[in-house]
């Protein structure tokens, strides 16, 4: 039989922190306002404008109060899903979305083998924060779906939203502070809780990571809003790519950022970033790859032909109907079956 070239399919991904969608009315935190009709009628068809251009197959998104707030954004983008879901933020009988702090959820064409929130801790991964005790598991819940593509390729995806840097002070039961946030030692104090919380959020996650990847050709895509940079130490808490320019061995575990691994180079911009924070871009929003999809691995069953950011509404001035955060597209490739 002769040599036939190697045959693919496409999956594109994208990852989208909505900025607190929730309904008209639904009060979500302290301090602000409710969305009046008009406003949430603006969130979403902005955002029904935003999911139709991303196209995704799959689509992770972040900071959402209430399902059928994403299903709305979903019926303005006019494109067909077949799974919209975000466990805790169910709106039903006796369901009243998120509460405390928003979920996050995914979007699929493909078709859901099996969908888990991730919500304790391991052991290994349970630290003691300063003034707040045990920290024993996520904040908001990272979603670890199974999907398998039309050709029968089964492919897992995380969804993620860490902790953010913003300092975390201590309150009382009913909300109230109970230090000073304007004392800089207190500030000090309260950034190093977030750090902390965040990466036992991340080992949690890598520690999940590995029990995925140990040993198996399982493909595995990770995405969402992590709150720190790429080469951050959480990021790589999760990542472990750092070990894999000495050690090869170490590639079956780590999980490389797309944007690195990306085919087509010429497609890259000098800069990109999915945040800006008191005038200073950042990448928080990302999309990491296990190896299966790393071109240059002998275990490759697929690559990441390119990365595209997103983020030309950034500069368009604060307004919650929008998103403050860049969505993140990538645009991976599996190898197909070979033909009996």
Do not use: C
């Amino acid at each position: 039989m002769p040599h036939l070239p190697p045959r693919f399919a496409t999956l594109m991904v994208a990852t989208a922190n909505v900025l607190n969608l929730a309904q008209p009315g639904r009060h979500f935190y302290d301090g602000q306002d409710p969305y009046s009709q008009a406003e949430f009628e603006r969130k979403v068809g902005w955002l029904g404008e935003r999911i139709k251009v991303l196209n995704a197959d799959v689509l992770a998104v972040q900071e959402v109060w209430d399902e059928v707030a994403l299903r709305a954004a979903i019926a303005r983008s006019g494109l067909q899903y077949g799974f919209v879901g975000v466990p805790g933020a169910e709106n039903g009988p006796g369901q009243h979305g998120a509460q405390g702090t928003p979920r996050v959820g995914i979007v699929t064409r493909l078709k859901v083998e099996s969908i888990e929130s991730l919500i304790n801790f391991p052991a290994a991964a349970m630290v003691d924060v300063p003034g707040l005790g045990p920290h024993t598991r996520f904040e908001r819940p990272p979603l670890l779906a199974t999907l398998r593509m039309k050709h029968g390729q089964p492919v897992a995806f995380i969804t993620a939203h860490l902790k953010s840097k913003r300092p975390k002070f201590l309150q009382d039961a009913s909300g109230q502070p109970l230090e000073d946030p304007v004392d800089p030692a207190v500030q000090a104090v309260a950034s190093l809780r977030s750090l902390i919380m965040r990466a036992s959020e991340a080992l949690a996650l890598r520690l999940k990571v590995v029990e995925m990847l140990h040993r198996t050709r399982l493909p595995v895509v990770l995405m969402g809003d992590l709150n720190d940079s790429p080469h951050s130490v959480t990021t790589q808490l999760i990542a472990a790519t750092s070990q894999t320019a000495y050690d090869k061995g170490a590639r079956d575990n780590a999980m490389f950022s797309a944007w690195d691994v990306q085919g087509e180079a010429a497609l890259r911009r000098d800069v990109a970033y999915s945040h800006i924070h008191q005038g200073y871009p950042e990448v928080l929003d990302q999309v990491l790859v296990s190896e299966e999809f790393v071109a240059t691995s002998r275990s490759s069953i697929g690559d990441v032909r390119r990365v595209e950011v997103f983020n030309d509404h950034l500069f368009e001035g604060r307004d919650r109907s929008r998103s403050d955060h860049g969505f993140v597209r990538a645009l991976l490739r599996l190898r197909l079956p070979e033909p009996a």
